[in-house]
């Protein structure tokens, strides 16, 4: 007996000893080998299954069903594929627009899952060719990936910065039905989503590391609960669930010593939510560290916003167009031409102008240095001179020393240090002080039931979320913020006047790009309630108006000829209530105190 418990223990002890000794794998590797296994079985499911029900196929129950498990696999891996590849991921899970390289005038198809949802939603036995033509594209960028991800290097920081990253896209773009318009599976595709995630967070063990767990069952279980697309309580996933568990992920990290990455980036590498009140850095969008801006630029940009001499007749000023008390716009459908009559389009709101990648309602200025040279000179709206506005700024001795405060090398006062100190000014208005902003940071008692029911609309029914990106709510594309979008949606020359309004937009700078007739630069809806009259030429006076120029699915939902719309067509069916929740949220959006900067 005691022989057998003798050797009974040893070979316990040796098994322990075994285990205990085995080289224990690290996260990256472990990361390398669960992308590998999820990649296999995506093009396992799209190279089999769904190409040979493409091929044979006509029942359109199996086709779809196909094609959702596929899309299911692939957010698996979204947060990695975005994260280190995300040209490839636009031909993967990219809109399904054209791509322009407006630089040469040149136009790229588009491609991947979003594509073929438009051929299966619903399902054309004539067009199966091209169906098929849209797999075999697809193909090729999913073997694209594995070539790319076997020589990528990448860190524990890298890790977690996609783990994040992708918690922030699940929540500005997968819940909005963004990737997902016409199939609207963007909840199941949420849960598959932090699933994944969860997988690859539990690589890293620490103190935080049960309270995450917690947060992740939770998160999953809220998803699947509530997986009808026009009623997800967005709001409450994203307090309860996605906030927390992006704060809680990077205490981890910092936990860990896993330093999160503090380079340029329009939103911080080390911001807990999307909602901190400085998660932005406006610097991103200058594209040189000579132009950021700093606390001596804004204090002379302010002054210089509300000055008449940059005028040619010392009778306007920026502040002229751009009033505080409006929000920076002037109430006007048409601002004032000098001289009389009136320009070709409305005032925008100059708040959060700072966090686009491009200016005006036609998007031709690539910085706001440029905007504001634009405007100085323009002969209908201030028609100065930048070099004479120079010469007379540099007589004034408190100027000088306003001007030397913000640019210490300065010998003179030169043009491009009146456009940055202006634009400085402007990239300080980004307040994010509204009661939105406030009830996302932990005041519940912000937002109205009313309001909260708006929001949910604006992020889903009403598909406002898909072109205005929360939370800046403009057409700057999340999480990388990197982008800013254009969209063609048939403004009318009044409401229901049923003619599109001949202002070509983006169209009239690139004539030989048909696709761009019409588009427009999506402007924020942050402070909305105080900047009307609506759209880029004023001809809406409220924002009943606007909401019913959506709900009826714009120029093309009308019934006008407009075939590059790229808002949806099909109409909203919002109920009067349903419209009154979705102006309550958007006057939430109001900073307080919007009118003292």
Not at 105 to 112: C, Q
Not at 497 to 515: E, Q, V
Not at 519 to 547: C, D, Q, S, W
Request: hydrophobic share 35%; glycine share 4%; with cysteine.
């Amino acid at each position: 007996m005691n022989k057998y418990f003798l050797l009974l223990s040893t070979c316990l002890f040796a098994a322990v000893l075994i285990v205990t000794c085995r080289p224990q794998t690290s996260p990256i590797e472990e990361s390398k080998t669960q992308f590998i296994k999820d990649l296999d079985s995506l093009e396992h499911l799209v190279n089999g299954e769904l190409t040979q029900l493409a091929q044979h196929s006509n029942d359109q129950d199996s086709l779809q069903k196909s094609f959702l498990k596929s899309r299911l696999q692939y957010k698996k891996i979204e947060h990695l594929t975005e994260y280190f590849f995300p040209t490839t991921s636009r031909l993967v899970n990219g809109p399904p627009l054209p791509e322009y390289e407006l630089e040469e005038n040149k136009s790229f198809e588009p491609g991947g899952l979003q594509v073929i949802e438009e051929h299966l939603f619903p399902f054309d036995s004539t067009n199966r060719a091209e169906l098929l033509r849209e797999i075999k594209k697809l193909q090729p960028e999913l073997r694209r990936y594995r070539e790319l991800w076997e020589a990528t290097e990448f860190t524990e920081a890298h890790l977690f910065d996609a783990i994040r990253l992708q918690l922030f896209r699940n929540i500005s773009l997968g819940i909005s039905g963004f990737d997902t318009p016409l199939c609207k599976t963007a909840t199941p595709e949420l849960a598959v989503s932090l699933e994944a995630l969860q997988q690859y967070a539990n690589l890293f063990k620490g103190s935080k590391s049960d309270a995450i767990n917690q947060l992740f069952r939770e998160a999953i279980a809220f998803a699947n609960q509530n997986n009808d697309f026009d009623t997800f309580d967005r709001l409450t996933f994203i307090t309860k669930y996605a906030n927390p568990l992006t704060t809680q992920l990077l205490a981890q990290q910092k936990e860990l010593r896993i330093m999160p990455f503090t380079e340029l980036r329009a939103l911080r590498g080390d911001v807990a939510t999307l909602f901190d009140k400085n998660a932005f850095d406006p610097n991103y969008y200058t594209g040189n560290a000579d132009l950021f801006v700093s606390d001596a630029k804004v204090a002379l940009g302010k002054t210089l916003f509300y000055d008449t001499q940059l005028s040619a007749k010392n009778n306007r000023s920026c502040a002229t167009c751009h009033q505080p008390q409006k929000a920076f716009t002037d109430g006007l459908p048409k601002s004032l031409k000098l001289g009389g009559g009136h320009i070709e389009r409305n005032a925008p709101t100059i708040l959060y102008a700072a966090l686009q990648q491009r200016q005006f309602h036609d998007q031709r200025a690539n910085s706001l240095e440029v905007q504001t040279q634009d405007v100085i000179q323009n002969r209908d709206e201030m028609h100065g001179s930048l070099p004479e506005a120079c010469n007379i700024l540099q007589k004034d001795a408190k100027y000088m020393a306003l001007f030397r405060s913000a640019f210490p090398d300065l010998k003179q006062i030169e043009p491009k240090h009146v456009m940055n100190a202006l634009a400085s000014y402007e990239r300080s208005l980004i307040p994010f002080n509204s009661r939105f902003d406030q009830y996302m940071r932990g005041k519940e008692t912000m937002l109205t039931d009313s309001e909260k029911r708006g929001f949910n609309l604006f992020m889903g029914k009403a598909k406002c979320g898909i072109c205005h990106f929360m939370p800046l709510f403009n057409g700057t594309v999340p999480p990388s913020f990197a982008k800013s979008e254009s969209e063609v949606i048939g403004v009318m020359t009044a409401p229901r006047s049923r003619i599109i309004d001949p202002d070509l937009g983006k169209g009239f700078n690139y004539p030989t790009l048909p696709d761009l007739k019409y588009a427009f630069k999506t402007p924020t809806v942050r402070n909305i309630a105080l900047t009307a009259p609506y759209m880029h030429n004023g001809a809406y006076k409220t924002l009943e108006e606007v909401i019913d120029f959506y709900d009826h699915g714009g120029a093309a939902g009308l019934g006008l000829d407009l075939p590059n719309q790229t808002l949806p067509s099909d109409k909203l069916n919002l109920s009067k209530e349903e419209k009154a929740d979705m102006i309550a949220f958007l006057k939430a959006l109001t900073d307080i105190g919007s009118n003292s900067f």
